[in-house]
């Protein structure tokens, strides 16, 4: 019963640091200010951060799963 929560609060950890690193890379501004023309270039930057973003979210869950890989 223990080891479920632990793994329940792992899981949740892991969900809320990858959620905040996403949103935190995202240049949200962009979204709502941008005019048509742009539109294009910002799905594009988009795909970019969001790609970039992979190994720092794998990282974070590494790190969250084996602490000790941090020394």
């Known amino acids: 019963m223990l080891l479920e929560q632990k793994k ?3 899981v949740q950890i892991i969900a ?3 959620i905040i690193w996403f949103f935190v890379t995202l240049p949200l501004p962009w979204l709502f200010t941008t005019p048509d ?3 294009p270039q910002l799905f594009i930057l988009l795909q970019i ?3 970039i973003s992979i190994p720092f979210v794998v990282l974070a869950v590494v790190w969250t799963i ?3 890989l941090t020394t």
């Open 49 to 51: 951060i969001g790609f």
């Open 37 to 39: 023309v742009v539109r």
């Open 16 to 18: 809320i640091l990858a």
């Open 8 to 10: 329940k609060k792992r």
């Open 66 to 68: 084996k602490p000790e």
